[in-house]
């Protein structure tokens, strides 16, 4: 699988504008300003090919990338306090309706911030995946911002906190500072369409 070959397709804020699924998927599942939109970038070896920004919130749409005879789906976070009652609705109907919409979802990827405890966002998330028989991997993003000895400890607790989930699950390590697990995910992803 080429990554390099990656090309912007469509994005959908609403279900209704979903369109039927003809590949095989990938999807990125997390809360706001995790650090989706940077992984998909740092995967596909491109500075921008999904908007990133400082300030969480700021996918409202499901963005889709096509990759050969494939594609990836950057969902938008979870979790945004500052989100009027009808956004969260909206989203959430957009989120179930992807989940729920026959797609052929191969993989998707948790993602949790590394430096903190995984929120019950985060465990729900790993619940309504493990639910719906969509397998997960769970990626540990901003892994560069702690030091050998925090790294090894927040890996030992994530264990824990995720409790059942963590059974036959790979977590992954992840920064875009330096590299850190981005060819394990592409690994991933190639083994999980094939």
Request: charge should be positive.
């Amino acid at each position: 699988m080429n990554f390099n070959n990656a090309q912007f397709e469509k994005a959908f804020g609403t279900f209704a504008q979903l369109e039927e699924s003809n590949m095989p998927e990938v999807c990125f599942c997390g809360r706001s300003n995790v650090g989706k939109s940077s992984l998909i970038n740092k995967i596909l070896n491109r500075k921008s090919i999904a908007r990133v920004s400082s300030k969480p919130g700021k996918t409202v749409t499901i963005n889709f990338y096509k990759v050969d005879n494939m594609r990836l789906v950057d969902l938008p976070g979870y979790g945004y306090a500052k989100v009027n009652f009808s956004e969260r609705e909206r989203w959430s109907e957009l989120m179930e309706g992807y989940f729920k919409s026959n797609r052929d979802i191969k993989m998707a990827f948790q993602l949790i911030d590394m430096r903190h405890p995984a929120t019950d966002f985060d465990l729900s998330m790993l619940d309504f995946l493990s639910q719906m028989g969509i397998p997960f991997t769970v990626v540990l993003t901003k892994a560069d911002k702690l030091n050998k000895t925090e790294t090894n400890k927040r890996l030992e607790a994530i264990v824990k906190e995720l409790g059942p989930f963590a059974k036959d699950t790979k977590i992954i390590p992840f920064s875009i500072q330096n590299n850190t697990g981005a060819e394990a995910l592409r690994e991933i992803i190639e083994t999980a369409i094939s």
